[in-house]
C-alpha cells in the first residue's frame, strides 16, 4: 500500500475533524442535542412542534459548507467508479444500517464515543469492521474473480 502524497491532506483533514468536534460540542452543549445527521434529517421529516429550527440551521449549515470552504480554497473534484445503480443500492444499504443501527457514524462515532456510551462503541466498531470486510472483498476477493 502507498499513499498518494498528492492528495494527502493531513491539515485540511484535521481542520474540518476540529470543527465537526467542536460543532458536536457547541450542539448537545447549547441544546443538549446529539449530532447524528440521520436523527437530525429523520426529525425534519416528522418534526415535532419548537424542535425543527435549530434542525433545518444545522441542516443549512452542512450545505453551505462546501460553498464557504470554496471562497478559500478549490473544491476537490469527486473520483467515482461506480455506476448509477452501485451508488443507489449502496445508499439504501447506508440508509437500511443506519436504521439497523440506531444511528449513523457522526451520531455514534463523534458524539457517541466523546459520552462514553458502550452501544455507540459496539456501533462503531461494527461500522468499521463491515468497512474493512468491504474493502479487503471488493479489491482483493471480487477483483481476481
Do not use: K, Q
Not at 474540518?16 to 437530525?40: D, P, Q, Y
Not at 443500492?89 to 457517541?112: E, K, M, P, Q
Amino acid at each position: 500500500m502507498t499513499i498518494d502524497w498528492l492528495h494527502f491532506t493531513p491539515w485540511r483533514s484535521l481542520a474540518g475533524g476540529t470543527l465537526i468536534g467542536l460543532a458536536a460540542a457547541i450542539l448537545i452543549v447549547a441544546n443538549g442535542r446529539i449530532a447524528g445527521i440521520s436523527g437530525i434529517l429523520g426529525g425534519l421529516l416528522r418534526p415535532a412542534r419548537n424542535d425543527w429550527g435549530w434542525r433545518l440551521a444545522f441542516v443549512i449549515g452542512l450545505l453551505a459548507a462546501p460553498a464557504v470552504y470554496a471562497l478559500v480554497a478549490p473544491l476537490p473534484v469527486p473520483r467515482i467508479e461506480a455506476g448509477t445503480a452501485v451508488l443507489v443500492i449502496a445508499g439504501l444499504l447506508v440508509g437500511f444500517g443506519t436504521r439497523l443501527g440506531g444511528g449513523c457514524t457522526s451520531g455514534h462515532g463523534v458524539c457517541g464515543l466523546a459520552r462514553m456510551s458502550p452501544r455507540s462503541l459496539a456501533a462503531t466498531l461494527g461500522f468499521m469492521a463491515a468497512g474493512f470486510a468491504t474493502v479487503f472483498l471488493v479489491r482483493h476477493v471480487l477483483a481476481t474473480a
